[in-house]
């Protein structure tokens, strides 16, 4: 099979196919979200909102309404999805 | 006053474009690129507050008129024509290029019409010659595509043009100024601009057209019409309370389509139209602020949502598919390609791109005016398209799985092109100063504080780390081949299947009407025949006698009448 692939790919494997890479990537996401969180205690918010003053509120509504979105967005798929050809097929 | 400086720029396009066929396709290219340069300059002498007028039927048409809302526009549109015909330097097809020069023409001239008329010829004339754009696909689904675009268009046109003669009836006056949703010419002059600014329910033309058009007629049909009908809508219906409330919903409900999309134009085409929410917010709230901020959001839009139609463009153009189940990997044979789509997917919103400095104006407009619930949905639009354009769309293209396309990457025009509105997607966001100082009023408002830098590095940080915990978790919806139903299921299934069913009632109908008279018809005849045939009653010859005996008897009645009258 991972010869299969790397045939496919004709051998041609970069930095960013190693699974180490992608890890350190990931890694680095976390960290930098870690110290943007923390950010919030060092300095002064000009908020309009009461909500806002609520400590790493954008970090946390940028997370949940992601997840609220992906999952809206499959419960959406049950209904709305059809083949490829749904618009074709009379014809 | 100049010659040139009385003329609508517009007409530099729309009448340059007659002599393309004739021109040497070497010498064509570099035409092509000079008329809207010359627009540009043509845009740039213009003083605010020119007016050109000619009367005609009666009426004062204005055919020129510069503020400072309009050169906004003006100079977009000039810019984003450069870039796309950039990007189609490749590109041989005269009719593509004659029409993509006339809609873009027609879009700048009816940015500077100065009345409702004149506006509405310029209106029907990107309708009409954008199609063109559609159909050069020459495939069997462009035409009908096409044909429903067009059908839309020229509907909006149509509307524009009676809610014209209404305001007129009204007011006594074609001068396009604030109109308003008080009367009834306000709001058909509203469904009109509604229709092509892809307002809620009458959006399915953008996503059902642009995923159709070629490769590079997708790049032109991005910048134009609905950035006109925002211009539209700003000159005619600025701090119209609804429009906060239409822009809300067309802000978010987009997303969800953009993120179960499998065709990266659609896709892309679903966040075209989230972000014209965000403008058409700004127009609703009304004020200085909101109105800048939507000045810019277009400006800028206008860049970094063709830079990201030029990438696919240039994906489908070498690979032939634009769908995200066939793609991924591409960052091997493609890098330039990738790394200006990831430029254009940063300049969405990242601070140091030109999406920060204007989407975040309407976002602190709307939460000056206190609309909490407004302000909650932009964020979550804005969070939607990160998501699905920023995220979603360079990973499954350029990265994820490798669907193994070994290509060559985009050829020199594009990645010039490419390279070009990258390069004013960073400028602008890095020296915002040029961007603020040709809005239609005066900027106070700074982008680069802590508070927003951090806030929108909050959000776009941890909706990037809820990408990728979906991801890990094989939560975040797969990439499959699939058509989702959206509005154009109304006209395209269940309009032609009631029109069928109804044809066919009718045809029962008619069926049993004609059955039922010829029935008639036919009891009719026998009656007919049994009463006055060869056998009928009414056809005996009768004998003399028994004629007397009712002779008598007739007599005998009225003899008997006359007496009873008597008494």
């Given at each position: 099979m991972s010869e299969e692939r790397e045939r496919k790919t004709d051998g041609r494997r970069s930095w960013l196919d190693d699974p180490k890479t992608v890890r350190k990537i990931v890694l680095a996401l976390f960290v930098l979200c870690g110290v943007l969180f923390f950010a919030d205690g060092f300095y002064e918010k000009h908020s309009h909102f009461g909500v806002e003053d609520v400590f790493g509120f954008y970090a946390l509504y940028g997370f949940v309404m992601c997840v609220v979105l992906v999952i809206g967005a499959k419960l959406m798929r049950a209904f709305l999805m059809r083949g490829e050809d749904y618009y074709d097929r009379d014809r | 006053m100049t010659a040139i400086a009385s003329i609508n720029p517009g007409l530099i396009l729309i009448l340059g474009a007659l002599p393309i066929p004739l021109l040497p396709q070497a010498i064509r290219r570099l035409y092509l690129l000079a008329l809207p340069a010359l627009g540009f300059a043509a845009v740039y002498q213009l003083e605010p507050g020119t007016l050109v007028t000619m009367e005609a039927f009666g009426m004062t048409l204005e055919l020129l008129q510069v503020d400072r809302l309009s050169l906004v526009w003006g100079y977009i549109f000039n810019i984003a024509a450069f870039l796309g015909f950039l990007f189609a330097w490749h590109d041989r097809d005269a009719v593509q290029q004659i029409s993509a020069m006339i809609y873009a023409g027609a879009a700048i001239a009816a940015v500077f019409a100065g009345d409702l008329v004149t506006l509405f010829?310029?209106?029907?004339?990107?309708?009409?010659?954008?199609?063109?754009?559609?159909?050069?696909?020459?495939?069997?689904?462009?035409?009908?595509?096409?044909?429903?675009?067009?059908?839309?268009?020229?509907s909006s046109g149509v509307i524009l043009l009676s809610g014209t003669v209404a305001w007129y009836m009204l007011t006594g006056s074609i001068d396009f100024t604030h109109i308003g949703v008080d009367s009834l010419a306000g709001k058909l002059i509203l469904l009109a601009f509604g229709i092509k600014c892809a307002f809620p329910l009458l959006h399915n033309w953008l996503q059902d057209s642009y995923p159709e058009a070629t490769v590079t007629g997708t790049v032109i049909l991005s910048a134009f019409t609905t950035k006109l009908a925002v211009y539209a809508l700003a000159r005619g219906f600025a701090g119209t309370e609804v429009l906060i409330y239409i822009g809300a919903v067309m802000a978010i409900f987009p997303v969800f389509y953009a993120l179960i999309?499998?065709?990266?134009?659609?896709?892309?085409?679903?966040?075209?139209?989230?972000?014209?929410?965000?403008?058409?917010?700004?127009?609703?709230?009304?004020?200085?602020?909101?109105?800048?901020?939507?000045?810019a959001q277009a400006f800028s839009h206008i860049l970094y949502k063709g830079l990201l139609f030029m990438t696919m463009g240039a994906v489908l153009f070498r690979t032939g598919t634009c769908k995200a189940s066939e793609l991924g990997g591409l960052f091997k044979s493609m890098p330039w390609t990738a790394g200006f789509c990831i430029i254009g997917a940063a300049s969405m919103a990242f601070p140091l791109f030109a999406g920060f400095v204007s989407k975040s104006m309407i976002i602190t407009?709307?939460?000056?005016?206190?609309?909490?619930?407004?302000?909650?949905?932009?964020?979550?639009?804005?969070?939607?398209?990160?998501?699905?354009?920023?995220?979603?769309?360079?990973?499954?293209?350029?990265?994820?799985?490798?669907?193994?396309?070994?290509?060559?990457?985009?050829?020199?025009?594009?990645?010039?092109?490419?390279?070009?509105?990258?390069?004013?997607?960073?400028?602008?966001?890095?020296?915002?100063?040029?961007?603020?100082?040709?809005?239609?009023?005066?900027?106070?408002?700074?982008?680069?504080?802590?508070?927003?830098?951090?806030?929108?590095?909050?959000?776009?940080?941890?909706?990037a780390l809820a990408f990728v915990i979906l991801l890990t978790f094989r939560i975040f919806p797969t990439d499959s081949k699939s058509t989702n139903l959206d509005?154009?299921?109304?006209?395209?299934?269940?309009?032609?299947?009631?029109?069928?069913?109804?044809?066919?009632?009718?045809?029962?109908?008619?069926?049993?009407?004609?059955?039922?008279?010829?029935?008639?018809?036919?009891?009719?005849?026998?009656?007919?025949?049994?009463?006055?045939?060869?056998?009928?009653?009414?056809?005996?010859?009768?004998?003399?006698?028994?004629?007397?005996?009712?002779?008598?008897?007739f007599l005998a009645f009225i003899l008997l009448m006359d007496f009873v009258r008597g008494l």
């Amino acid at each position: 099979m991972s010869e299969e692939r790397e045939r496919k790919t004709d051998g041609r494997r970069s930095w960013l196919d190693d699974p180490k890479t992608v890890r350190k990537i990931v890694l680095a996401l976390f960290v930098l979200c870690g110290v943007l969180f923390f950010a919030d205690g060092f300095y002064e918010k000009h908020s309009h909102f009461g909500v806002e003053d609520v400590f790493g509120f954008y970090a946390l509504y940028g997370f949940v309404m992601c997840v609220v979105l992906v999952i809206g967005a499959k419960l959406m798929r049950a209904f709305l999805m059809r083949g490829e050809d749904y618009y074709d097929r009379d014809r | 006053m100049t010659a040139i400086a009385s003329i609508n720029p517009g007409l530099i396009l729309i009448l340059g474009a007659l002599p393309i066929p004739l021109l040497p396709q070497a010498i064509r290219r570099l035409y092509l690129l000079a008329l809207p340069a010359l627009g540009f300059a043509a845009v740039y002498q213009l003083e605010p507050g020119t007016l050109v007028t000619m009367e005609a039927f009666g009426m004062t048409l204005e055919l020129l008129q510069v503020d400072r809302l309009s050169l906004v526009w003006g100079y977009i549109f000039n810019i984003a024509a450069f870039l796309g015909f950039l990007f189609a330097w490749h590109d041989r097809d005269a009719v593509q290029q004659i029409s993509a020069m006339i809609y873009a023409g027609a879009a700048i001239a009816a940015v500077f019409a100065g009345d409702l008329v004149t506006l509405f010829i310029y209106w029907e004339l990107t309708g009409i010659s954008s199609v063109f754009l559609i159909w050069a696909s020459r495939t069997d689904a462009a035409y009908r595509c096409g044909m429903r675009y067009l059908l839309i268009q020229v509907s909006s046109g149509v509307i524009l043009l009676s809610g014209t003669v209404a305001w007129y009836m009204l007011t006594g006056s074609i001068d396009f100024t604030h109109i308003g949703v008080d009367s009834l010419a306000g709001k058909l002059i509203l469904l009109a601009f509604g229709i092509k600014c892809a307002f809620p329910l009458l959006h399915n033309w953008l996503q059902d057209s642009y995923p159709e058009a070629t490769v590079t007629g997708t790049v032109i049909l991005s910048a134009f019409t609905t950035k006109l009908a925002v211009y539209a809508l700003a000159r005619g219906f600025a701090g119209t309370e609804v429009l906060i409330y239409i822009g809300a919903v067309m802000a978010i409900f987009p997303v969800f389509y953009a993120l179960i999309e499998n065709d990266l134009r659609r896709l892309l085409a679903y966040a075209l139209n989230n972000q014209l929410g965000f403008m058409v917010v700004g127009v609703g709230v009304g004020t200085e602020l909101a109105l800048n901020g939507t000045a810019a959001q277009a400006f800028s839009h206008i860049l970094y949502k063709g830079l990201l139609f030029m990438t696919m463009g240039a994906v489908l153009f070498r690979t032939g598919t634009c769908k995200a189940s066939e793609l991924g990997g591409l960052f091997k044979s493609m890098p330039w390609t990738a790394g200006f789509c990831i430029i254009g997917a940063a300049s969405m919103a990242f601070p140091l791109f030109a999406g920060f400095v204007s989407k975040s104006m309407i976002i602190t407009a709307v939460a000056v005016e206190h609309h909490s619930m407004i302000w909650g949905a932009l964020l979550f639009a804005s969070v939607g398209v990160f998501l699905t354009c920023g995220l979603k769309l360079p990973y499954f293209t350029f990265f994820g799985q490798d669907s193994g396309h070994r290509v060559k990457e985009a050829p020199w025009n594009m990645l010039a092109a490419m390279g070009l509105t990258a390069f004013l997607c960073v400028f602008i966001g890095c020296y915002p100063a040029v961007l603020y100082d040709i809005l239609p009023y005066p900027v106070d408002y700074k982008p680069y504080t802590s508070y927003h830098v951090i806030q929108q590095l909050q959000i776009m940080m941890f909706t990037a780390l809820a990408f990728v915990i979906l991801l890990t978790f094989r939560i975040f919806p797969t990439d499959s081949k699939s058509t989702n139903l959206d509005s154009d299921w109304f006209y395209r299934k269940a309009g032609p299947w009631a029109a069928k069913r109804l044809l066919g009632a009718l045809g029962a109908m008619g069926k049993s009407i004609e059955s039922a008279l010829t029935q008639a018809t036919t009891n009719t005849i026998t009656v007919i025949k049994r009463h006055h045939g060869p056998e009928g009653m009414m056809a005996k010859t009768l004998h003399l006698s028994s004629m007397v005996v009712w002779v008598v008897a007739f007599l005998a009645f009225i003899l008997l009448m006359d007496f009873v009258r008597g008494l």
